[in-house]
């Protein structure tokens, strides 16, 4: 049995399905880019390819039939549903309009992480099929996106949906929105002429109270922010004066540096470690991908700060990943044996998820920063350390993704994931469909960030700095003291000098290859069994709970 080792954790795992997974987050789907140009996926279909399309529907149908941890499937009239779509299928004349139906079938169940995930997307795209709300809508919570740029851009935008309104909440260094002048705290009133406020209402409309609605409105925005590196795309932005500025934005290349994962489409992972005026250690990564990068950036931060007054660990944004990672980061927290984060449910079969202590532990006060886009891994994380009495959660509820699941190919070449099992918490919650109440809900305003200020990191500063004996803080000021540990930035012209790219916190590593699912059984406690990973074929990829 060849064995990983993932930042000093060996993924022959006792306690965890989802010992050695990949990123099983639908959204990374969304996070294409979408621009006008022809769709190869509007082309007319060969009767053959029609045939493929079928197989590919009944493969998934049977997956989730069989595969599905609740055989009730939680009472969906699964035969219904195949006798109704099939046809459909068998009909549709695109490979856009074929993909539709299939998600039309996924989304009979209305859980996050299954999708499917269309191979060689070509070179061109259109928003209006692939990122159309009615795609959005398909598979619930995930947001489906049709297309996946092997060429993607970014503006450096971050959004998210407040009181109604899309805002600016972070612009990426160096980014070329940066470059133009873009601030948190600024408005996307419109994208490439199309008002925002229409695409929100209609999220709004279709995912009403249901806690992946903070999710699901985020990506319906962001997912228009990125597209071809070297296209541009024309933002209306309300300014800090309330004055309406047009910018035509380009797509530069995306932060940090390209990921590839098992059956997965390819993602920018970056992470970043800084220690604040007062001795307090921030860390922040945007992904749980690419372990030979992130985990020893994190290993510095906590072996050269083992005295710091506080730790705070930034999971907002972070929609999970590779679920190992997890047990590795909680385990420099964690020093005790015989820990888990929760167990994975599965049809006949309960996991638990343990904890990798590491010999040296930061044993100090630990901050976790959450908020609606936090999903899956970042949730079974901040859960379980929250349950064990180790950490303190800071932010907004999370996105309530927390599945398990495989990604598998299908016959006419796309890939299929599918959650095979349910994440509990050690405190005994489905995260699924509920997500984390943070200990400390701490919105964010637009007014805080026109203010330059990071409320949810000063509530975790001041509630570091009141347990170390610190006087807490009249407004948050994380100013850097130190150098950021393991961090670099250099330049990466694309054709226009507001297009640079901000380099990985470490030098790149050897890419590591994802260990396919199946389970040895390692021994059994208490009914609760726990396994070793070995790898297996090609055709499906064990895609972590994120």
């Known amino acids: 049995m060849r064995i990983h080792n993932i930042g000093g954790t060996r993924c022959s795992l006792r306690g965890g399905l989802t010992g050695c997974g990949i990123v099983a987050l639908v959204m990374v789907v969304a996070l294409s880019g979408c621009r006008k140009a022809r769709r190869y996926d509007q082309a007319q279909l060969s009767p053959w390819q029609k045939t493929l399309n079928v197989d590919s529907f009944d493969t998934i149908w049977k997956t989730i039939r069989d595969q599905h941890w609740d055989k009730s499937l939680g009472g969906v009239d699964w035969e219904g549903a195949r006798e109704r779509l099939r046809p459909q299928v068998a009909e549709d004349a695109t490979m856009a309009d074929a993909r539709r139906t299939m998600a039309d079938l996924i989304g009979q169940l209305g859980s996050s992480h299954f999708a499917v995930i269309p191979t060689n997307p070509g070179r061109a795209s259109d928003r209006a099929a692939s990122g159309s709300d009615e795609t959005l809508a398909k598979v619930a919570p995930a947001i489906q996106d049709a297309m996946q740029r092997l060429d993607r851009g970014d503006t450096g935008i971050v ?120 001795g307090t250690v921030y860390f922040r990564m945007n992904a749980f991908l690419d372990p030979p990068a992130v985990m020893p950036a994190l290993e510095a931060a906590v072996m050269n700060n083992l005295d710091a007054p506080g730790f705070v660990l930034d999971l907002r944004g972070n929609q999970g990943g590779i679920s190992a990672m997890a047990r590795g980061i909680a385990g420099w927290f964690i020093r005790d044996e015989d820990r888990y984060l929760g167990t994975v449910e599965m049809r006949d079969l309960t996991l638990r998820f343990a904890v990798a202590p590491r010999p040296t532990t930061y044993d100090g006060p630990l901050a976790v920063l959450v908020d609606g886009v936090s999903a899956s891994t970042s949730e079974i994380l901040a859960a379980g350390l929250r349950d064990l009495g180790r950490a303190r959660v800071f932010g907004t509820s999370t996105a309530a993704a927390a599945l398990p699941s495989l990604v598998r190919k299908l016959p006419n070449g796309d890939r299929f994931q599918h959650a095979v099992a349910n994440y509990v918490s050690l405190g005994g919650e489905t995260l699924e469909g509920s997500g984390i109440v943070p200990d400390e809900v701490v919105p964010v305003t637009r007014a805080a960030l026109l203010a330059g200020d990071d409320p949810v990191l000063g509530a975790a500063r001041n509630w570091i700095r009141v347990r170390s004996g610190l006087p807490t803080l009249e407004a948050d000021e994380p100013v850097l003291v130190a150098d950021e540990l393991l961090t670099k930035q250099s330049p990466a012209p694309v054709g226009s000098a507001a297009l640079v790219e901000v380099a990985p916190v470490v030098e790149a590593a050897p890419k590591v290859e994802a260990a396919e699912p199946a389970a040895e059984i390692a021994d059994e406690d208490d009914g609760v069994k726990t396994i070793q990973m070995r790898e297996v074929g090609e055709n499906a990829s064990l895609a972590s709970a994120s």
């Open 159 to 278: 959004v998210r949906v407040l009181d109604g309104e899309a805002v600016v909440v972070e612009v990426f260094p160096k980014s070329p929105a940066a470059v133009l002048g873009v601030k948190p705290g600024w408005v996307v009133q419109s994208i490439d002429g199309k008002p925002v406020e229409g695409i929100i209402e209609r999220v709004e409309d279709r995912f009403e109270d249901r806690p992946v609605r903070r999710l699901a409105l985020a990506r319906s925005v962001q997912s228009r922010l990125l597209g071809p590196t070297g296209d541009k795309v024309e933002l209306g932005l309300l300014n800090d004066d309330d004055k309406l500025v047009q910018l035509d934005v380009p797509f530069g290349v995306p932060r940090g540096h390209k990921t590839r994962y098992g059956l997965l489409p390819p993602i920018h992972v970056w992470s970043e470690s800084k220690v604040l005026d007062d």
